[in-house]
């Protein structure tokens, strides 16, 4: 399909995936013939042959979520649980503690926001109400190793992940956008080694609509060229799409309760579901988003990390 789409638009192009090496010899390292062609290509208007460009507009950034989107992080905590559950056996139901648990996190994400250390606070509050004070200090202290236990534990990247992010971020910019502790998760991002594909990172108290948008204007992103990709209907796909952003959504096995939606898509407006990231490239060359790096001859700058508060206010 992308060869005949190439074809049909007049722009000859290598039909390998990685064309930094193989370049016909009259061809740009973007695949163009010419600046002309180049730039007509990028307004969408017409080439020096005269000939309608239809191809969609290239995306100017694809946004990445993190957890359980490029690493594991729902089964991190769900192993958590089942200690946690296990420790205070001896008060309850492992059933009632994990619901008495849900219950305390629901309430205590507008207090501490995303992330193990707000997800600490909660175990250790449930245990207190559990066993109306009862519980002993070593079984706190056991509480806390639990925590440390999971802001040290080497990051488990998803199958396919790797491969995804240090292929795309040859043809295109790459931003990640997640949601959670700071320091937690700039640490992640580092023990994965996916840190230095990045052009951008954001991360966020929250992801809604307002935030994308505050991101997206931070870039100075037209929402129409931005794509996100990510394993949350409610955090990844659906405020994009209420911006008139595109969006890929790669589900999880399981979803976390708090991510759930049961709602329909905003204005009616669709979004692309991919069993896995190994199937990204191959969409986006089948949609014609061969890469707006390549398109403009662009080199990648070091990665910005930054946070965008949910007040709005500058940091
Ligand atoms: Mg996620």
Redesign the pocket.
């Known amino acids: 399909m992308e060869g005949a789409l190439a074809t049909e638009l007049g722009i000859r192009r290598p039909e390998t995936e990685d064309r930094q090496n193989d370049q016909p010899e009259n061809l740009d390292s973007a695949g163009f013939r010419s600046p002309v062609e180049r730039v007509a290509k990028l307004t969408g208007g017409t080439t020096e042959q005269g000939s309608k460009l239809e191809m969609p507009a290239p995306f100017e950034y694809i946004g990445f ?1 993190a ?3 490029l690493w594991h992080n729902l089964t991190l905590f769900n192993r958590t649980e089942e200690r946690f559950t296990r420790l205070l056996s001896r008060y309850h139901t492992r059933e009632w503690i994990s619901q008495r648990l849900m219950a305390t996190e629901a309430h205590n994400l507008e207090v501490f926001g995303y992330g193990v250390k707000g997800f600490t606070l909660s175990m250790i509050e449930t245990a207190i109400e559990l066993t109306e004070g009862r519980v002993q200090g070593h079984e706190i202290q056991q509480i806390i190793e639990f925590s440390k236990e999971m802001l040290s534990e080497p990051v488990e990247l998803l199958e396919h992940a790797e491969e995804a992010v240090t292929r795309l971020s040859r043809s295109h910019r790459l931003m990640l956008v997640t949601k959670g502790d700071l320091f937690d998760q700039e640490t992640k991002l580092a023990r994965s080694g996916l840190a230095d594909f990045f052009d951008a990172v954001e991360i966020v108290t929250e992801k809604d609509a307002d935030t994308y948008q505050r991101i997206l204007q931070k870039h100075r992103i037209d929402p129409q060229r931005f794509l996100m990709v ?3 209907l409610k ?2 796909v659906f405020p994009v799409l209420a911006l008139g952003g595109q969006a890929v959504h790669v589900p999880y096995h399981s979803t976390w309760e708090h991510e759930t939606v049961s709602q329909p898509p905003p204005n009616g407006s669709d979004y692309v579901e991919l069993k896995h990231l190994g199937k990204l490239r191959r969409w986006l060359r089948n949609s014609g988003q061969s890469g707006f790096r390549a398109k403009i001859g662009m080199r990648r700058s070091d990665p910005l990390v930054s946070a965008v508060p949910n007040n709005g206010l500058p940091n």
């Open positions: 979520d957890d359980d989107t990510g394993n949350s955090s990844d």
